[in-house]
């Protein structure tokens, strides 16, 4: 049974929709991330979810049962805010303890489960500090803490690590993950980077414009991206797209190099665009993709980030980084077939 | 100060390079002399009426029209007068009581308005918040008489009732809470709102505490004002039991003199209390209380 479902959520501000119907289907104990461009209605899903926003259309379940008029309180759920929203004027124990409120256990029994929580996120000794003295990084795991003491059947993120600097946010990235495989809570987290999406998820959710483009498994969404938005999202730096045109079941380079494809759905002739991930381009003798001028190179230690000016446009290849190709050489580039991907040009969708 | 490290007296600076080295002993240009000048004109104009205060209470009657500020013969005797009047205490004590009161009440009333305004989207929000806003524009002076008029048919004349209400709660304060509130910010709501709280807790365990600096100012505006409003308690109040001390004060002395060496003690003795309140308060106006629970 699924531990949260929406469906056909929609959300409205006046007469302006952000959110276009909504269908998702979260599993017990599952690590879901929603990702998208800003303004995609990330914020708004997590924030109906945890009942901050009203529903106008559709359904959310959670833990099988019809939340859409339930409080926040009522929802067995817990949140974390981008701005950690830990009460200042309270020492961190009592900023734990506010999240038991609301329930039921005794006092000793209360006290054990902050000192276990504590104890999870390594903050024993900061028990009695105020957030005032603690750094960025413990803060926000004293808002996990406080989300955590209740033990709710979902977690609610929202970009929680966007204020920390990089290599905390990486520090950070980690122990959620590690505390997530722990307790096990289902988590539903949102957040714009898509490198935080794809170590921390077991499943990605790629939103654009209040829509949902793509479910799936971090290899599913970088290896079989439904359309291009999605191929261009997922992968750094992004894939390349060249326009091409499809005829005979087989695709026809700018350049004139005819490829042929397996698998795809359509043998339709017309235009189309040919996504090829800047990994998965190598220099070849033969059986060509396309050729160009090295322009740019970016040395980035194992590898270098080399930028190729083709009639199809500037594409991006990543060479080894020991024997990159020279600014102004030619280079000749080729992949694996099962590497490329064919987009309808018109539609976005993906071809095979 | 820390005890000097141990130099090698090469490296120990004579004191005249320490003279050197300290320029901003000297006045460094005409704007920071100008600004002195300013600031030190201000503190003289602020301290002279309460210098001559406290000189007239220890003036003899025939002496409180000199200008000179030592008395000739100094005496305390007009404490021990004022003191010694019972009705001195009865209107300290009403004092007392009234801007306590109305002090409270405006910490209460303005501040949970001003959160309702700043927090929550309603309909007829912006209008409510305007229509408060505008009595601002209208003087004390043209509300006394329809408050008096009020007061009279309601049987509210002479009473404490009847000096306290019209400042129960105050358009000022309202506008002050509500910036306050605005610096609060909504996920701390929201939060409480996740853990469980009802919207009246989150008021007052949430943001609250948020913006004591503001209750604390707000509280020092407002009993200063009650303690020393002069104006509706004179024209509310009938009886001399009935006074604050302003008025009461006001009423030393007969029709042919006023006695002022009596006024300046009895004002003497009342700045008192808001010395103290003031004392009690400033300690909460602290800045960046807010900011400490967020990201920093
Ligand atoms: N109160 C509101 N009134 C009107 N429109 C709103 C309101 N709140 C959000 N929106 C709109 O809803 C859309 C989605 O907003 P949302 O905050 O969910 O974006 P997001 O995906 O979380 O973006 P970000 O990554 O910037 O946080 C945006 O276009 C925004 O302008
Ligand atoms: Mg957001």
Redesign the interface.
């Known amino acids: 049974m699924a531990q949260l479902a929406l469906r056909n959520l929609v959300k409205r501000y006046g007469s302006t929709e952000v959110l276009h119907g909504i269908n998702l289907e979260v599993a017990d104990g599952e690590f879901v991330v929603f990702v998208g461009p800003s303004g995609c209605g990330k914020s708004t899903t997590l924030r109906m979810i945890a009942g901050l926003e009203e529903v106008s259309d559709g359904v959310i379940e959670i833990g099988g049962r019809e939340v859409n008029h339930l409080e926040p309180k009522e929802r067995d759920i817990a949140m974390v805010f981008q701005n950690y929203a830990i009460y200042p004027h309270m020492s961190v124990r009592k900023n734990i303890a506010f999240g038991l409120r609301s329930s039921k256990m005794s006092k000793p029994d209360k006290a054990r489960r902050i000192e276990e929580v504590a104890g999870i996120l390594s903050m024993t000794e900061l028990l009695e500090r105020k957030p005032s003295q603690l750094s960025g990084g413990q803060r926000q795991r004293v808002a996990i803490g406080r989300a955590m003491v209740r033990d709710p059947s979902v977690f609610l993120f929202d970009e929680p690590l966007s204020n920390l600097d990089a290599q905390l946010r990486t520090q950070m990235r980690l122990e959620i993950k590690k505390l997530h495989q722990r307790v096990g809570n289902t988590i539903v987290f949102v957040t714009h980077d898509q490198v935080e999406a794809m170590t921390m998820a077991d499943r990605i959710v790629i939103m654009k414009d209040g829509r949902i483009q793509q479910v799936g498994t971090p290899d599913e969404v970088y290896h079989r991206p439904q359309n291009t938005f999605v191929a261009r999202f997922i992968g750094a730096p992004s894939m390349n797209m060249l326009d091409a045109e499809m005829s005979d079941g087989r695709v026809i380079m700018p350049q004139g190099q005819a490829i042929q494809l397996g698998g795809l759905t359509t043998a339709q002739p017309g235009r189309i665009t040919l996504g090829v991930r800047p990994d998965d381009l190598v220099p070849v003798e033969s059986d060509m993709l396309i050729q160009g001028k090295v322009t740019v190179r970016e040395p980035l230690g194992s590898e270098t980030l080399i930028y190729v000016d083709t009639p199809g446009g500037e594409i991006v290849v990543k060479a080894d980084g020991r024997k990159p190709p020279a600014v102004g050489e030619v280079v000749r580039l080729g992949a694996d077939p099962a590497n490329l991907h064919v987009f309808d040009r018109e539609t976005g969708m993906v071809l095979r | 100060m820390t005890a000097a490290p141990d130099l090698p007296d090469q490296a120990r600076p004579t004191s005249d390079a320490l003279f050197r080295a300290s320029p901003s002993r000297r006045p460094r240009n005409m704007g920071q002399t100008i600004r002195w000048l300013l600031l030190f004109a201000g503190g003289i104009a602020m301290v002279m009426p309460i210098a001559y205060m406290i000189s007239t209470s220890l003036k003899w009657p025939h002496e409180v029209y000199n200008v000179n500020l030592i008395p000739e013969e100094p005496m305390i005797e007009n404490y021990t007068y004022v003191l010694e009047d019972g009705r001195f205490y009865l209107w300290f004590w009403n004092s007392l009581f009234i801007a306590t009161i109305t002090t409270v009440a405006n910490l209460f009333f303005d501040s949970l308005v001003g959160y309702t305004l700043c927090k929550f989207r309603f309909p007829g929000r912006k209008l409510v918040f305007i229509a408060i806003l505008s009595t601002l524009m209208i003087p004390t002076e043209m509300l006394v008489i329809p408050w008096y008029l009020m007061s009279q048919s309601f049987g509210w004349l002479d009473s404490y009732w009847g000096i306290m209400f019209p400042g129960l709660m105050t358009a000022f304060g309202t506008f002050l809470m509500k910036q306050f509130f605005e610096s609060v ?1 909504d ?2 709501i ?8 009802n919207e009246l807790q989150i008021w007052w365990t ?1 943001a609250m ?2 913006v ?1 600096p503001a209750l604390a100012a707000l509280a020092i505006f407002v009993f200063l004002g009650n303690w020393t409003a002069f104006l509706w308690p004179l024209i509310v109040t009938n009886s001399t039991d009935m006074y604050t001390l302003p008025v009461g004060l006001s009423s030393f002395g007969d029709e042919a003199d006023v006695a002022w060496e009596l006024i300046m003690t009895g004002a003497a003795i009342s700045t008192i209390p808001t010395l103290i309140v003031f004392l009690i308060f400033q300690r909460f106006i602290i800045r960046g ?8």
Request: zero cysteines.
């Open positions: 910010p996920d701390f929201e939060a409480a709102r996740i853990d469980g709280l949430v505490p948020l004591k209380v807010v900011m400490a629970g967020l990201k920093g």
